[in-house]
């Protein structure tokens, strides 16, 4: 289980990198501003070291971090499929692997906590 909290902070650490980019390079990704993409720079930060240390407090809000991104992406993704026809691969992936780290987040709470 350690390896893939190591493989979600290198996600996280390269998203937060890409929302780096967009902020210079705007056609990169979805439209959204600038503050946003700061944001998520702090977020995907963030998210990279927690996933490393996994502090008790963590699942909880990676949780609320999790129903945003899902609630985001999905829709982003359903308009994507819906009004231009094409597929959000990005969106695929973060809506694939959010639940699954939230998951191996809560397991992992409960194995230390016992």
């Not at 902070?9 to 780096?20: E, R």
């Not at 990279?48 to 999905?74: E, K, T």
Request: hydrophobic letters at 60%; glycine letters at 6%; a positive charge.
């Amino acid at each position: 289980m350690a390896r893939a909290f190591q493989i979600f902070a290198l996600g996280f650490a390269i998203s937060a990198a890409f929302h780096l980019v967009a902020v210079f390079m705007p056609g990169i990704s979805a439209p959204s501003p600038v503050w946003r993409h700061l944001l998520f720079v702090g977020i995907n930060g963030a998210a990279a070291a927690h996933m490393i240390r996994r502090p008790r407090w963590f699942p909880y809000a990676f949780a609320l971090l999790c129903v945003q991104q899902l609630y985001s992406h999905g829709t982003y993704a359903w308009d994507s499929w819906e009004i231009f026809g094409r597929i959000d691969w990005a969106s695929i992936v973060v809506l694939a692997t959010m639940p699954t780290a939230l998951v191996l987040l809560v397991m992992d709470a409960r194995r230390s906590a016992a």
